[in-house]
Protein backbone atom coordinates (compact mmCIF):
# COMPACT_ATOMS: atom_id res chain seq x y z
CA UNK A 1 0.00 0.00 0.00
CA UNK A 2 3.19 2.43 0.84
CA UNK A 3 4.67 2.04 -1.94
CA UNK A 4 1.60 2.23 -4.48
CA UNK A 5 1.27 5.52 -2.89
CA UNK A 6 4.74 6.46 -3.00
CA UNK A 7 4.49 5.12 -6.89
CA UNK A 8 1.52 6.93 -7.43
CA UNK A 9 3.17 10.38 -5.84
CA UNK A 10 6.03 9.95 -7.39
CA UNK A 11 3.82 9.51 -11.22
CA UNK A 12 2.56 12.87 -10.48
CA UNK A 13 5.62 14.72 -9.90
CA UNK A 14 7.66 12.93 -12.96
CA UNK A 15 4.15 14.23 -14.68
CA UNK A 16 4.28 17.83 -13.64
CA UNK A 17 7.87 17.94 -14.73
CA UNK A 18 6.85 16.51 -18.13
CA UNK A 19 4.07 19.13 -18.64
CA UNK A 20 6.56 21.67 -17.11
CA UNK A 21 9.34 20.91 -19.94
CA UNK A 22 6.50 21.08 -22.81
CA UNK A 23 5.20 24.52 -21.66
CA UNK A 24 8.71 25.78 -21.80
CA UNK A 25 9.36 24.47 -25.25
CA UNK A 26 6.20 26.15 -26.04
CA UNK A 27 6.26 29.18 -25.27
CA UNK A 28 9.81 29.59 -26.45
CA UNK A 29 10.83 31.22 -23.15
CA UNK A 30 11.35 30.59 -19.36
CA UNK A 31 8.07 29.86 -17.69
CA UNK A 32 8.73 31.59 -14.58
CA UNK A 33 7.36 35.11 -15.51
CA UNK A 34 3.14 35.07 -14.28
CA UNK A 35 2.42 34.24 -11.30
CA UNK A 36 0.85 31.23 -12.42
CA UNK A 37 3.34 29.57 -13.66
CA UNK A 38 5.50 30.67 -10.29
CA UNK A 39 2.94 28.57 -8.77
CA UNK A 40 3.65 25.09 -10.96
CA UNK A 41 7.13 25.54 -10.43
CA UNK A 42 6.01 25.47 -6.58
CA UNK A 43 4.09 22.20 -6.84
CA UNK A 44 6.79 20.52 -8.57
CA UNK A 45 9.22 21.66 -5.75
CA UNK A 46 6.79 21.00 -3.01
CA UNK A 47 5.77 17.16 -4.19
CA UNK A 48 9.27 16.53 -4.86
CA UNK A 49 10.23 17.96 -1.18
CA UNK A 50 7.38 15.64 0.18
CA UNK A 51 8.64 12.60 -1.21
CA UNK A 52 12.31 13.34 -0.80
CA UNK A 53 11.74 13.42 2.68
CA UNK A 54 9.62 10.53 2.89
CA UNK A 55 12.04 8.85 1.32
CA UNK A 56 14.92 9.90 3.90
CA UNK A 57 13.04 10.27 7.37
CA UNK A 58 9.92 8.22 6.58
CA UNK A 59 7.31 11.15 7.97
CA UNK A 60 4.00 9.78 5.84
CA UNK A 61 1.87 13.19 7.07
CA UNK A 62 4.57 15.15 5.18
CA UNK A 63 3.97 13.58 2.10
CA UNK A 64 0.17 13.75 2.23
CA UNK A 65 0.59 17.92 3.67
CA UNK A 66 2.55 18.44 0.91
CA UNK A 67 1.32 16.97 -2.13
CA UNK A 68 -1.80 18.46 -0.29
CA UNK A 69 -0.25 21.51 -0.74
CA UNK A 70 0.57 21.62 -4.57
CA UNK A 71 -2.64 20.52 -4.99
CA UNK A 72 -3.72 23.20 -3.94
CA UNK A 73 -1.82 25.71 -6.04
CA UNK A 74 -2.59 23.23 -8.91
CA UNK A 75 -6.38 24.64 -8.49
CA UNK A 76 -5.90 27.76 -8.28
CA UNK A 77 -4.12 27.27 -11.57
CA UNK A 78 -6.80 25.36 -13.05
CA UNK A 79 -9.60 27.92 -11.69
CA UNK A 80 -7.45 30.72 -12.92
CA UNK A 81 -6.01 29.56 -16.21
CA UNK A 82 -3.27 32.03 -17.67
CA UNK A 83 -2.60 33.23 -21.19
CA UNK A 84 0.73 32.17 -21.92
CA UNK A 85 2.56 35.27 -23.63
CA UNK A 86 5.24 34.57 -25.58
CA UNK A 87 6.81 37.94 -25.27
CA UNK A 88 9.75 38.54 -22.45
CA UNK A 89 10.71 42.02 -21.46
CA UNK A 90 14.23 42.92 -22.39
CA UNK A 91 15.15 43.63 -18.67
CA UNK A 92 14.18 39.62 -17.87
CA UNK A 93 16.49 38.58 -20.77
CA UNK A 94 19.03 37.67 -18.35
CA UNK A 95 21.72 34.62 -17.45
CA UNK A 96 20.09 35.92 -14.26
CA UNK A 97 16.53 35.18 -14.68
CA UNK A 98 16.14 31.31 -14.34
CA UNK A 99 18.69 30.75 -11.21
CA UNK A 100 17.31 33.69 -9.48
CA UNK A 101 13.26 32.62 -10.28
CA UNK A 102 14.40 28.80 -9.48
CA UNK A 103 16.12 29.29 -6.37
CA UNK A 104 13.55 30.81 -4.78
CA UNK A 105 10.49 29.24 -5.33
CA UNK A 106 12.74 26.29 -4.21
CA UNK A 107 13.05 28.38 -1.10
CA UNK A 108 9.45 28.50 -0.79
CA UNK A 109 8.60 25.56 -1.25
CA UNK A 110 10.99 24.52 1.63
CA UNK A 111 9.67 27.28 4.07
CA UNK A 112 6.23 26.24 2.73
CA UNK A 113 7.05 22.34 4.02
CA UNK A 114 8.53 23.65 7.47
CA UNK A 115 5.19 25.83 7.50
CA UNK A 116 3.07 22.80 7.44
CA UNK A 117 5.08 21.12 10.31
CA UNK A 118 4.66 24.06 12.77
CA UNK A 119 0.91 24.24 11.83
CA UNK A 120 0.48 20.62 12.84
CA UNK A 121 2.48 20.84 15.74
CA UNK A 122 0.38 24.57 16.77
CA UNK A 123 -2.72 22.23 16.31
CA UNK A 124 -2.17 18.51 16.70
CA UNK A 125 0.66 18.35 19.35
CA UNK A 126 -0.25 18.50 23.15
CA UNK A 127 3.08 19.94 25.10
CA UNK A 128 6.30 20.85 23.84
CA UNK A 129 7.68 17.24 24.90
CA UNK A 130 5.68 15.62 22.22
CA UNK A 131 7.51 17.31 18.54
CA UNK A 132 10.91 17.18 19.35
CA UNK A 133 11.55 14.92 16.26
CA UNK A 134 9.26 16.94 13.70
CA UNK A 135 10.91 20.44 15.23
CA UNK A 136 14.76 18.96 14.05
CA UNK A 137 12.71 18.54 10.57
CA UNK A 138 11.08 21.92 10.64
CA UNK A 139 14.86 23.62 11.50
CA UNK A 140 16.22 21.16 8.92
CA UNK A 141 13.89 22.30 6.16
CA UNK A 142 14.32 26.29 7.25
CA UNK A 143 17.71 26.23 7.04
CA UNK A 144 17.85 24.73 3.50
CA UNK A 145 15.57 26.96 2.71
CA UNK A 146 16.94 29.79 4.29
CA UNK A 147 19.76 29.47 2.91
CA UNK A 148 18.55 29.34 -0.74
CA UNK A 149 15.92 32.27 -0.18
CA UNK A 150 19.67 34.12 0.87
CA UNK A 151 20.83 33.59 -2.24
CA UNK A 152 17.96 33.84 -4.13
CA UNK A 153 18.36 37.37 -2.57
CA UNK A 154 21.60 38.24 -3.67
CA UNK A 155 21.47 36.67 -7.12
CA UNK A 156 18.62 38.93 -7.08
CA UNK A 157 21.25 41.87 -6.01
CA UNK A 158 23.35 41.13 -8.05
CA UNK A 159 21.19 40.95 -11.16
CA UNK A 160 19.99 44.45 -10.43
CA UNK A 161 23.12 45.82 -10.64
CA UNK A 162 23.91 44.51 -14.05
CA UNK A 163 20.07 45.73 -15.08
CA UNK A 164 19.38 48.37 -13.26
CA UNK A 165 22.38 50.14 -12.10
CA UNK A 166 21.43 49.68 -8.22
CA UNK A 167 21.75 46.40 -6.16
CA UNK A 168 19.40 47.03 -3.74
CA UNK A 169 16.32 50.01 -4.36
CA UNK A 170 13.85 48.90 -2.06
CA UNK A 171 11.26 48.06 -4.99
CA UNK A 172 8.35 47.19 -2.45
CA UNK A 173 9.42 43.40 -3.58
CA UNK A 174 12.56 43.89 -2.14
CA UNK A 175 11.06 45.32 0.87
CA UNK A 176 8.66 41.92 1.33
CA UNK A 177 11.45 39.69 0.57
CA UNK A 178 13.81 41.58 2.94
CA UNK A 179 10.98 41.46 5.68
CA UNK A 180 10.79 37.35 4.86
CA UNK A 181 14.57 36.95 5.11
CA UNK A 182 14.37 39.01 8.56
CA UNK A 183 11.28 36.68 9.79
CA UNK A 184 13.44 33.35 9.18
CA UNK A 185 16.00 35.19 10.72
CA UNK A 186 14.24 35.60 13.97
CA UNK A 187 13.35 31.80 14.31
CA UNK A 188 16.48 30.54 13.15
CA UNK A 189 18.14 32.95 16.33
CA UNK A 190 15.27 31.97 18.75
CA UNK A 191 15.70 28.52 17.84
CA UNK A 192 19.57 28.85 18.77
CA UNK A 193 18.77 30.43 22.20
CA UNK A 194 16.14 28.53 23.23
CA UNK A 195 16.52 25.13 21.62
CA UNK A 196 13.42 23.77 24.08
CA UNK A 197 10.60 26.20 23.49
CA UNK A 198 9.27 24.59 20.88
CA UNK A 199 6.01 25.73 20.46
CA UNK A 200 7.04 29.78 20.79
CA UNK A 201 9.21 28.47 17.70
CA UNK A 202 6.67 27.45 15.72
CA UNK A 203 4.57 30.31 15.90
CA UNK A 204 7.09 32.56 14.99
CA UNK A 205 7.39 29.62 11.74
CA UNK A 206 3.68 30.04 10.74
CA UNK A 207 3.96 33.71 11.12
CA UNK A 208 6.75 34.10 8.50
CA UNK A 209 5.22 32.04 5.96
CA UNK A 210 2.71 34.67 6.21
CA UNK A 211 4.66 37.65 5.50
CA UNK A 212 6.37 35.26 2.61
CA UNK A 213 2.63 34.63 1.30
CA UNK A 214 2.17 38.53 1.04
CA UNK A 215 6.28 38.93 -0.64
CA UNK A 216 4.92 36.38 -3.06
CA UNK A 217 1.66 37.29 -3.94
CA UNK A 218 0.39 40.25 -1.91
CA UNK A 219 2.24 42.40 -2.86
CA UNK A 220 0.65 42.71 -5.92
CA UNK A 221 -2.05 43.80 -4.19
CA UNK A 222 -0.90 46.49 -2.04
CA UNK A 223 -1.44 50.00 -2.82
CA UNK A 224 2.35 50.78 -1.54
CA UNK A 225 3.87 48.43 -4.55
CA UNK A 226 2.24 49.92 -7.50
CA UNK A 227 4.74 50.41 -10.76
CA UNK A 228 6.69 47.60 -8.56
CA UNK A 229 9.60 45.88 -11.34
CA UNK A 230 8.54 42.86 -9.75
CA UNK A 231 5.05 42.82 -10.18
CA UNK A 232 4.31 39.24 -12.31
CA UNK A 233 2.48 39.97 -15.01
CA UNK A 234 -1.01 37.90 -14.73
CA UNK B 1 30.33 57.26 36.11
CA UNK B 2 30.49 56.57 39.60
CA UNK B 3 31.82 53.52 40.60
CA UNK B 4 28.75 52.54 41.74
CA UNK B 5 27.03 52.77 38.76
CA UNK B 6 29.08 50.99 36.79
CA UNK B 7 29.30 48.03 39.84
CA UNK B 8 25.34 48.21 39.37
CA UNK B 9 25.53 47.48 35.36
CA UNK B 10 28.43 44.80 35.79
CA UNK B 11 25.43 42.98 38.18
CA UNK B 12 22.54 44.01 36.24
CA UNK B 13 21.03 40.46 34.79
CA UNK B 14 21.11 42.06 30.68
CA UNK B 15 18.68 40.29 28.76
CA UNK B 16 15.45 40.44 26.34
CA UNK B 17 14.10 43.20 28.50
CA UNK B 18 17.02 45.02 28.31
CA UNK B 19 16.80 44.30 24.23
CA UNK B 20 13.68 45.39 24.16
CA UNK B 21 14.03 48.77 26.09
CA UNK B 22 17.38 49.73 24.49
CA UNK B 23 15.76 49.34 20.93
CA UNK B 24 12.73 51.10 21.98
CA UNK B 25 14.93 53.77 23.50
CA UNK B 26 16.48 53.67 19.61
CA UNK B 27 13.56 53.74 17.64
CA UNK B 28 11.67 56.93 20.35
CA UNK B 29 15.13 58.68 19.83
CA UNK B 30 15.22 58.88 16.10
CA UNK B 31 11.62 59.50 15.51
CA UNK B 32 12.11 62.52 17.78
CA UNK B 33 15.47 63.38 16.36
CA UNK B 34 13.74 63.33 12.91
CA UNK B 35 10.24 65.14 14.20
CA UNK B 36 12.61 67.81 15.79
CA UNK B 37 15.09 68.34 12.56
CA UNK B 38 11.35 69.24 10.69
CA UNK B 39 11.33 65.99 8.56
CA UNK B 40 14.66 66.09 6.69
CA UNK B 41 16.03 64.44 4.34
CA UNK B 42 19.51 62.85 5.81
CA UNK B 43 22.87 62.18 4.08
CA UNK B 44 25.65 60.47 5.07
CA UNK B 45 28.73 62.81 4.35
CA UNK B 46 30.72 61.88 1.18
CA UNK B 47 34.29 60.90 0.71
CA UNK B 48 36.46 61.59 2.65
CA UNK B 49 34.44 61.75 5.79
CA UNK B 50 32.70 58.78 5.30
CA UNK B 51 35.65 56.49 5.14
CA UNK B 52 37.11 58.85 8.39
CA UNK B 53 34.09 57.63 9.93
CA UNK B 54 34.09 54.85 8.89
CA UNK B 55 37.29 53.61 10.29
CA UNK B 56 36.63 55.69 13.55
CA UNK B 57 33.70 53.10 14.18
CA UNK B 58 35.75 50.09 13.28
CA UNK B 59 38.60 51.41 15.40
CA UNK B 60 36.43 51.95 18.32
CA UNK B 61 34.26 48.72 17.70
CA UNK B 62 37.32 46.61 17.86
CA UNK B 63 38.84 48.73 21.30
CA UNK B 64 35.76 48.95 23.45
CA UNK B 65 35.44 44.45 22.77
CA UNK B 66 38.68 43.98 23.48
CA UNK B 67 39.26 46.00 26.19
CA UNK B 68 36.02 45.37 27.94
CA UNK B 69 35.67 41.63 26.71
CA UNK B 70 34.39 39.80 30.27
CA UNK B 71 32.03 43.17 30.84
CA UNK B 72 28.59 41.58 30.65
CA UNK B 73 27.48 44.50 28.37
CA UNK B 74 29.59 43.87 25.40
CA UNK B 75 28.89 40.00 26.33
CA UNK B 76 25.16 41.13 26.09
CA UNK B 77 25.87 42.59 22.71
CA UNK B 78 27.39 40.00 21.04
CA UNK B 79 24.28 37.44 22.18
CA UNK B 80 21.05 36.76 21.04
CA UNK B 81 19.04 38.55 23.75
CA UNK B 82 20.58 41.95 21.98
CA UNK B 83 19.70 40.72 18.74
CA UNK B 84 16.47 39.30 18.65
CA UNK B 85 15.01 42.84 19.97
CA UNK B 86 17.12 44.68 17.58
CA UNK B 87 16.37 42.36 14.55
CA UNK B 88 12.47 42.58 15.47
CA UNK B 89 13.21 46.58 15.92
CA UNK B 90 14.27 47.03 12.65
CA UNK B 91 11.77 44.44 10.94
CA UNK B 92 9.33 47.03 12.55
CA UNK B 93 10.99 49.93 10.17
CA UNK B 94 10.76 47.79 6.97
CA UNK B 95 7.14 46.66 7.77
CA UNK B 96 6.52 50.36 8.11
CA UNK B 97 8.26 50.45 4.49
CA UNK B 98 6.35 47.68 2.99
CA UNK B 99 2.67 49.43 4.12
CA UNK B 100 3.79 53.15 3.32
CA UNK B 101 4.30 54.06 -0.49
CA UNK B 102 8.28 55.26 -0.43
CA UNK B 103 9.71 58.20 -2.31
CA UNK B 104 6.47 59.80 -2.76
CA UNK B 105 4.83 63.53 -1.30
CA UNK B 106 3.88 62.62 2.19
CA UNK B 107 -0.21 62.91 2.10
CA UNK B 108 -0.37 63.87 6.33
CA UNK B 109 1.42 65.89 8.59
CA UNK B 110 2.57 63.24 10.77
CA UNK B 111 3.97 61.36 7.73
CA UNK B 112 5.79 64.04 6.75
CA UNK B 113 7.49 64.79 10.50
CA UNK B 114 8.24 61.06 11.08
CA UNK B 115 9.62 61.05 7.17
CA UNK B 116 7.19 58.13 6.45
CA UNK B 117 7.81 57.96 3.02
CA UNK B 118 11.72 58.06 2.82
CA UNK B 119 12.50 56.02 6.05
CA UNK B 120 15.59 54.59 4.53
CA UNK B 121 17.10 58.35 4.65
CA UNK B 122 15.48 59.17 8.61
CA UNK B 123 17.35 59.26 11.76
CA UNK B 124 15.38 55.97 12.98
CA UNK B 125 16.49 54.06 10.18
CA UNK B 126 19.86 54.86 10.25
CA UNK B 127 20.62 54.62 14.23
CA UNK B 128 18.68 50.93 13.96
CA UNK B 129 20.95 50.53 11.30
CA UNK B 130 24.03 51.60 13.48
CA UNK B 131 23.07 49.82 16.54
CA UNK B 132 22.42 46.27 14.30
CA UNK B 133 26.02 46.78 13.04
CA UNK B 134 27.53 47.65 16.38
CA UNK B 135 26.27 44.25 17.32
CA UNK B 136 26.80 42.62 14.44
CA UNK B 137 30.29 43.42 15.07
CA UNK B 138 31.01 42.51 18.35
CA UNK B 139 29.35 39.21 17.48
CA UNK B 140 31.81 38.64 14.83
CA UNK B 141 34.49 39.72 16.92
CA UNK B 142 33.30 37.64 20.26
CA UNK B 143 33.45 34.31 18.13
CA UNK B 144 36.93 34.92 16.10
CA UNK B 145 38.48 35.06 19.29
CA UNK B 146 40.04 32.37 19.76
CA UNK B 147 39.46 31.33 15.96
CA UNK B 148 38.46 27.88 15.64
CA UNK B 149 36.95 26.73 11.70
CA UNK B 150 33.83 25.19 13.14
CA UNK B 151 32.53 29.02 13.18
CA UNK B 152 33.42 29.95 9.90
CA UNK B 153 29.45 29.88 8.40
CA UNK B 154 29.29 32.13 11.67
CA UNK B 155 31.94 34.24 10.70
CA UNK B 156 30.71 33.99 7.31
CA UNK B 157 27.41 35.07 7.99
CA UNK B 158 27.48 38.09 10.52
CA UNK B 159 30.78 39.38 9.02
CA UNK B 160 29.42 39.06 5.35
CA UNK B 161 26.24 41.30 6.57
CA UNK B 162 28.04 43.21 8.84
CA UNK B 163 30.30 44.62 6.00
CA UNK B 164 27.33 45.11 3.14
CA UNK B 165 25.59 47.31 6.13
CA UNK B 166 28.67 49.23 6.97
CA UNK B 167 29.27 49.89 3.44
CA UNK B 168 25.59 50.42 1.87
CA UNK B 169 25.26 52.81 4.71
CA UNK B 170 28.80 54.88 4.11
CA UNK B 171 28.87 54.57 0.46
CA UNK B 172 25.26 55.74 -0.54
CA UNK B 173 26.64 59.42 -0.81
CA UNK B 174 29.92 58.26 -3.41
CA UNK B 175 27.03 56.97 -6.04
CA UNK B 176 26.31 58.88 -8.76
CA UNK B 177 23.77 58.66 -11.30
CA UNK B 178 22.95 60.33 -13.98
CA UNK B 179 21.25 60.38 -17.35
CA UNK B 180 22.80 60.69 -20.89
CA UNK B 181 20.63 61.28 -24.54
CA UNK B 182 22.63 60.73 -27.10
CA UNK B 183 21.63 60.65 -30.63
CA UNK B 184 22.89 58.91 -33.56
CA UNK B 185 26.09 60.63 -34.61
CA UNK B 186 26.11 62.85 -32.19
CA UNK B 187 29.31 63.30 -29.37
CA UNK B 188 27.94 63.67 -26.20
CA UNK B 189 29.41 64.88 -23.05
CA UNK B 190 27.01 66.14 -20.62
CA UNK B 191 24.59 64.61 -18.36
CA UNK B 192 21.24 64.99 -16.50
CA UNK B 193 21.81 64.59 -12.52
CA UNK B 194 18.41 63.43 -11.05
CA UNK B 195 17.21 66.79 -9.78
CA UNK B 196 17.68 67.41 -14.03
CA UNK B 197 20.95 69.55 -14.23
CA UNK B 198 23.12 69.02 -16.38
CA UNK B 199 26.74 67.83 -15.56
CA UNK B 200 30.06 67.39 -17.64
CA UNK B 201 31.37 64.04 -17.44
CA UNK B 202 34.74 62.61 -17.92
CA UNK B 203 33.87 60.56 -20.80
CA UNK B 204 32.26 61.59 -24.00
CA UNK B 205 29.68 59.57 -25.92
CA UNK B 206 29.16 58.93 -29.52
CA UNK B 207 26.07 56.88 -30.20
CA UNK B 208 26.83 55.14 -33.24
CA UNK B 209 23.91 53.28 -34.20
CA UNK B 210 20.96 52.55 -32.31
CA UNK B 211 19.05 48.84 -32.96
CA UNK B 212 15.63 47.63 -32.04
CA UNK B 213 15.11 43.96 -32.16
CA UNK B 214 11.41 43.22 -32.15
CA UNK B 215 9.32 40.31 -31.24
CA UNK B 216 6.56 39.84 -34.20
CA UNK B 217 3.35 41.78 -33.48
CA UNK B 218 0.38 40.66 -31.49
CA UNK B 219 -3.15 40.86 -33.10
CA UNK B 220 -6.80 41.47 -31.03
CA UNK B 221 -10.07 41.69 -31.84
CA UNK B 222 -11.91 45.13 -30.72
CA UNK B 223 -15.22 45.91 -30.72
CA UNK B 224 -16.28 48.49 -33.23
CA UNK B 225 -18.66 50.43 -31.29
CA UNK B 226 -16.47 51.07 -28.03
CA UNK B 227 -13.07 50.68 -29.74
CA UNK B 228 -12.09 48.27 -26.78
CA UNK B 229 -10.34 44.99 -26.63
CA UNK B 230 -13.19 42.15 -26.43
CA UNK B 231 -12.15 40.27 -23.37
CA UNK B 232 -13.42 36.64 -22.28
CA UNK B 233 -13.22 35.17 -19.53
CA UNK B 234 -9.85 32.96 -19.45
CA UNK B 235 -9.11 33.33 -23.10
CA UNK B 236 -5.94 35.44 -23.81
CA UNK B 237 -6.95 38.64 -25.89
CA UNK B 238 -4.11 38.32 -28.06
CA UNK B 239 -2.28 36.62 -30.11
CA UNK B 240 1.91 36.47 -31.54
CA UNK B 241 1.48 36.51 -35.28
CA UNK B 242 4.37 34.55 -35.45
CA UNK B 243 2.79 31.64 -37.21
CA UNK B 244 0.48 31.33 -40.31
CA UNK B 245 -2.72 30.15 -38.60
CA UNK B 246 -4.29 31.04 -35.77
CA UNK B 247 -7.63 31.28 -34.31
CA UNK B 248 -8.69 34.12 -31.64
CA UNK B 249 -12.23 34.63 -29.88
CA UNK B 250 -13.82 32.29 -32.73
CA UNK B 251 -12.29 33.48 -35.97
CA UNK B 252 -9.92 31.70 -37.64
CA UNK B 253 -7.15 33.29 -39.04
CA UNK B 254 -4.73 32.48 -42.31
CA UNK B 255 -1.71 34.96 -42.87
CA UNK B 256 -1.26 35.09 -46.87
CA UNK B 257 1.37 37.28 -46.54
CA UNK B 258 3.43 39.16 -43.50
CA UNK B 259 5.95 41.70 -43.74
CA UNK B 260 8.27 43.16 -41.11
CA UNK B 261 8.85 46.24 -42.11
CA UNK B 262 6.53 47.81 -44.52
CA UNK B 263 4.33 51.05 -46.31
CA UNK B 264 1.35 51.10 -47.69
CA UNK B 265 1.18 52.30 -51.66
CA UNK B 266 -2.14 52.33 -52.79
CA UNK B 267 -4.51 49.81 -51.46
CA UNK B 268 -2.14 47.69 -50.53
CA UNK B 269 1.59 47.06 -48.46
CA UNK B 270 5.20 46.45 -49.55
CA UNK B 271 7.88 46.05 -48.01
CA UNK B 272 9.59 49.28 -47.32
CA UNK B 273 12.96 49.96 -45.04
CA UNK B 274 12.29 53.77 -44.33
CA UNK B 275 11.55 55.70 -40.47
CA UNK B 276 8.39 55.17 -39.79
CA UNK B 277 7.69 51.53 -42.11
CA UNK B 278 5.76 49.09 -39.63
CA UNK B 279 4.86 45.78 -40.03
CA UNK B 280 1.50 44.33 -41.65
CA UNK B 281 0.42 41.30 -43.02
CA UNK B 282 -2.28 40.33 -45.71
CA UNK B 283 -4.89 37.86 -43.53
CA UNK B 284 -8.00 35.69 -44.67
CA UNK B 285 -10.36 35.58 -41.73
CA UNK B 286 -13.25 32.95 -41.61
CA UNK B 287 -15.94 32.18 -39.23
CA UNK B 288 -18.96 30.64 -39.59
CA UNK B 289 -18.94 30.02 -43.12
CA UNK B 290 -18.40 33.79 -43.63
CA UNK B 291 -15.15 34.71 -45.21
CA UNK B 292 -13.22 38.33 -45.61
CA UNK B 293 -9.80 39.19 -46.34
CA UNK B 294 -7.77 42.62 -46.05
CA UNK B 295 -4.58 43.99 -44.59
CA UNK B 296 -3.51 45.32 -41.02
CA UNK B 297 -0.65 47.65 -40.56
CA UNK B 298 -0.01 48.44 -37.13
CA UNK B 299 0.86 51.97 -37.98
CA UNK B 300 3.81 54.00 -36.31
CA UNK B 301 4.21 57.34 -35.63
CA UNK B 302 4.42 58.32 -39.08
CA UNK B 303 1.79 55.93 -40.31
CA UNK B 304 -1.67 55.47 -39.12
CA UNK B 305 -2.77 51.87 -38.33
CA UNK B 306 -5.23 50.01 -40.37
CA UNK B 307 -7.33 47.66 -38.90
CA UNK B 308 -9.39 45.25 -40.77
CA UNK B 309 -13.54 45.42 -40.25
CA UNK B 310 -14.71 41.15 -39.77
CA UNK B 311 -18.72 41.80 -39.64
CA UNK B 312 -21.43 44.86 -37.68
CA UNK B 313 -19.48 44.18 -34.53
CA UNK B 314 -15.78 43.36 -34.42
CA UNK B 315 -12.42 44.59 -36.10
CA UNK B 316 -9.02 42.01 -36.49
CA UNK B 317 -6.51 44.77 -34.86
CA UNK B 318 -2.60 44.70 -35.05
CA UNK B 319 -0.80 46.22 -32.52
CA UNK B 320 2.65 47.93 -32.66
CA UNK B 321 5.28 45.36 -31.79
CA UNK B 322 7.17 44.93 -28.29
CA UNK B 323 10.90 45.02 -28.11
CA UNK B 324 12.85 41.99 -27.24
CA UNK B 325 15.70 43.47 -26.94
CA UNK B 326 17.56 47.11 -27.65
CA UNK B 327 20.77 48.08 -28.11
CA UNK B 328 23.38 50.92 -28.88
CA UNK B 329 26.63 50.85 -30.12
CA UNK B 330 28.52 53.67 -28.94
CA UNK B 331 31.87 55.36 -29.20
CA UNK B 332 33.52 55.95 -25.89
CA UNK B 333 36.39 58.45 -24.98
CA UNK B 334 38.12 58.87 -21.54
CA UNK B 335 40.16 61.78 -20.19
CA UNK B 336 43.09 59.25 -20.01
CA UNK B 337 42.70 59.19 -23.93
CA UNK B 338 41.42 55.05 -23.65
CA UNK B 339 38.81 55.32 -27.34
CA UNK B 340 36.76 52.21 -27.15
CA UNK B 341 33.97 50.75 -29.36
CA UNK B 342 31.23 48.93 -27.89
CA UNK B 343 27.78 47.91 -27.84
CA UNK B 344 25.26 47.87 -24.74
CA UNK B 345 21.88 46.77 -23.83
CA UNK B 346 19.48 46.01 -21.47
CA UNK B 347 21.21 43.66 -18.66
CA UNK B 348 24.95 44.13 -20.47
CA UNK B 349 25.77 47.40 -18.90
CA UNK B 350 30.05 48.56 -19.91
CA UNK B 351 32.55 49.14 -17.54
CA UNK B 352 35.21 51.75 -18.06
CA UNK B 353 37.29 54.15 -15.65
CA UNK B 354 34.99 53.49 -12.66
CA UNK B 355 31.79 54.07 -14.58
CA UNK B 356 28.76 51.35 -15.59
CA UNK B 357 27.00 52.38 -18.69
CA UNK B 358 23.44 51.78 -18.73
CA UNK B 359 21.04 50.94 -21.95
CA UNK B 360 17.90 52.96 -19.94
CA UNK B 361 16.01 53.72 -22.94
CA UNK B 362 14.50 54.81 -26.30
CA UNK B 363 12.66 57.37 -27.82
CA UNK B 364 9.26 54.85 -27.34
CA UNK B 365 6.87 56.37 -29.65
CA UNK B 366 9.38 56.47 -32.44
CA UNK B 367 10.03 53.08 -31.59
CA UNK B 368 12.98 50.98 -33.64
CA UNK B 369 13.40 54.35 -35.48
CA UNK B 370 14.31 55.92 -32.84
CA UNK B 371 17.61 57.86 -33.07
CA UNK B 372 17.70 59.17 -29.39
CA UNK B 373 19.65 56.48 -27.28
CA UNK B 374 18.94 57.24 -23.27
CA UNK B 375 22.20 56.02 -21.05
CA UNK B 376 22.53 56.08 -17.49
CA UNK B 377 26.00 56.00 -15.92
CA UNK B 378 26.92 55.12 -13.03
CA UNK B 379 29.46 55.56 -10.01
CA UNK B 380 29.78 53.37 -7.07
CA UNK B 381 33.48 53.37 -5.94
CA UNK B 382 32.39 51.14 -2.82
CA UNK B 383 30.94 48.58 -4.96
CA UNK B 384 33.55 46.14 -4.65
CA UNK B 385 33.56 46.02 -0.56
CA UNK B 386 29.81 46.04 -0.92
CA UNK B 387 30.37 42.40 -3.26
CA UNK B 388 32.50 41.07 -1.10
CA UNK B 389 30.50 40.92 2.02
CA UNK B 390 27.88 39.59 -0.30
CA UNK B 391 30.08 36.73 -1.40
CA UNK B 392 31.07 35.98 1.99
CA UNK B 393 27.04 36.32 2.89
CA UNK B 394 26.79 33.49 -0.05
CA UNK B 395 29.72 31.38 0.88
CA UNK B 396 28.02 31.57 4.41
CA UNK B 397 24.19 30.33 2.82
CA UNK B 398 26.25 27.34 1.58
CA UNK B 399 27.41 26.57 4.83
CA UNK B 400 24.34 27.30 6.77
CA UNK B 401 22.92 24.43 3.97
CA UNK B 402 25.86 21.69 4.76
CA UNK B 403 25.55 22.23 8.31
CA UNK B 404 21.98 23.20 9.99
CA UNK B 405 21.23 24.01 13.15
CA UNK B 406 24.19 23.24 15.27
CA UNK B 407 21.88 22.36 18.49
CA UNK B 408 20.07 19.67 16.51
CA UNK B 409 23.34 18.17 16.07
CA UNK B 410 23.54 19.89 12.47
CA UNK B 411 21.69 18.77 9.50
CA UNK B 412 21.57 14.91 9.46
CA UNK B 413 20.83 14.53 5.95
CA UNK B 414 23.69 16.13 4.05
CA UNK B 415 26.94 14.34 3.83
Redesign the interface.
Known amino acids: MNQLAAGLSFAGTAFLLVFMTILWLHIQRPPMRTLGETRLWYAIFMSGIGLGSYL??KYKWLVSYSLGLAMVFLIINLQ??E?????????L??PWFIPHVIVYIFAYAMLGASSLVALRNIFFAPSDKTIKGPI?MA??LV??G???L??GL?FG??WA????????T?D?KE??A??TW??Y??Y??????H?SEHKRAMTILAVSFAILL?CWFGVNY?????NSVHIYSE | MSNETSRKIEKHHWSYREGTIVTGLILLLGFGMQAASGGIVLRIAGFPWNLIAGLIFLFLLVFAFYRWKNHPVIKWLG???A??PA??G??FL??L??????DVEPKSALVRTLGLTHL?KTWPFMLINLYLMILLGITTLKRITPFNYKNAGFFLNHFGLFLVLLS?ALGSSD?Q?VTMNCYENKTEHNALNPSGKPVEMPVTIKLLNFNIDE?PP?VTIIDNKTGQIVLTK?????E?L?RNTLDIYGYHLEVEQFLESSGKVGDSYVALNEPGSAPSAKVNVTKDGSEISGWVYSGSYVNQPETLKLNENHSLVMLPA?????SSELNIQTQSGENVTTTI?????FHIDGW?I?QLSYNTEMGRWSNLSVL?L?R?PW?PI??FG?FL??A???F??I??????GG???VA
Open positions: RWHPTYDKTLMPAQSQDNYLFSFTLLALKEAWGHYWWPTWFLMFLVIHYRFRPVLPSAQ | GVKALILFTVLMGFVKQVTIRFKNKNPFLDEPRKFEVNRPSYEVDLVYIMMGAVLFTGNPKDTKH
